[in-house]
């Protein structure tokens, strides 16, 4: 549904600059295993169906949300797959308005719907499978995408996080 009001009004405040948004991600596949990704038609590339979280909503909730604004779908999150973001979720949209997410990454069931989105942030839908998916926004790492049982969260670690705190 395009940018809330709550984003309107900060942007108002800080313009383009740099802000820290808290956003999620749903993987949706289809009865073959394939992923549905998003292509938004405006020189972006390809991206999960994602958004921001609004004030008052839980990571759950946003996800429901953002993946029936962008797909038509309704989906119920089924696992969290990943919580990323740092320096290289860093994102400048073409308008110039730069974030850097921290996205939670949900894996979705779709329960009902139709691919048919809701708001005008979506130019295409397509299924790919997992190792032939388009170049994306966002580098998610190659682990989310593959299907699998463990009950590990992923999440991004290195190892020098620790020692530099060890020097201090």
């Not at 992923?35 to 609004?54: M, R, V």
């Not at 290289?88 to 921290?102: D, I, L, Q, S, T």
């Not at 682990?143 to 670690?157: G, H």
């Amino acid at each position: 549904m395009g940018m809330s009001n709550y984003y309107q009004d900060l942007r108002s405040k800080v313009g383009s600059d740099l802000i820290f948004m808290p956003s999620v991600a749903g993987i949706i596949r289809n009865e073959a295993g394939e992923i549905l990704f998003q292509n938004k038609g405006n020189g972006e590339k390809w991206s999960l169906p994602a958004g921001a979280i609004e004030l008052g909503e839980a990571p759950a909730e946003a996800v429901v949300r953002e993946v029936w604004e962008e797909t038509g779908l309704q989906v119920l999150p089924e696992k969290l797959l990943g919580v990323f973001g740092g320096e290289e979720f860093r994102y400048e949209y073409p308008n110039g308005h730069k974030v850097e997410y921290v996205v939670f990454v949900f894996e979705c069931r779709p329960i009902g719907g139709e691919h048919n989105p809701i708001d005008s942030e979506t130019a295409a839908l397509r299924y790919f499978k997992p190792e032939s998916k388009p170049e994306l926004a966002l580098p998610y790492p190659e682990s989310i995408f593959m299907k699998n049982d463990s009950e590990k969260t992923e999440f991004q670690w290195d190892e020098e996080w620790m020692r530099s705190l060890q020097g201090r």
